[in-house]
């Protein structure tokens, strides 16, 4: 599976961005699909979770209502992952980063990600 992530932007505080993730490779409906993010001089943290059959979703607190996740399964070869934020503040400054696993059920841990895309720079003014 190959990734690679889109839409990052400069946004003012309280306004929206869009990310896509698009996803090549047959196989990308059988991986659970997550974004995770990393500010300077931070860890990266996990962001929102989708299941592969997009029946569950997973979002940390500090997003939780305000960002909703969402993949497109369809029959093409490329496939997109989606993360919607809405209401964006300050903090929510950083890269963001999709990823796949396929050997887990819903996980929060990046070291459990197989693939990664190569990260979208969101930054909120204030």
């Known amino acids: 599976v190959q990734l690679q992530a889109s839409g990052g932007g400069l946004v003012q505080a309280g306004g929206s961005l869009r990310l896509s993730c698009a996803a090549s490779?047959?196989?990308?409906?059988?991986?659970?699909m997550a974004w995770f993010r990393q500010a300077p001089g931070k860890e990266r943290e996990f962001v929102a979770w989708i299941s592969r059959g997009i029946t569950n979703t997973y979002y940390s607190d500090n997003v939780k209502g305000r960002f909703t996740i969402s993949r497109d399964n369809g029959k093409n070869t490329v496939y997109l992952l989606s993360l919607q934020m809405n209401s964006l503040k300050p903090e929510d400054t950083a890269v963001y980063y999709c990823?796949?696993?396929?050997?887990?059920?819903?996980?929060?841990?990046?070291?459990?990600?197989?693939?990664w895309g190569q990260g979208t720079l969101v930054t909120v003014s204030s």
């Open positions: 990823a796949a696993d396929q050997k887990y059920s819903f996980t929060s841990l990046s070291a459990a990600y197989e693939y």
């Open positions: 490779g047959r196989t990308f409906s059988s991986y659970n």
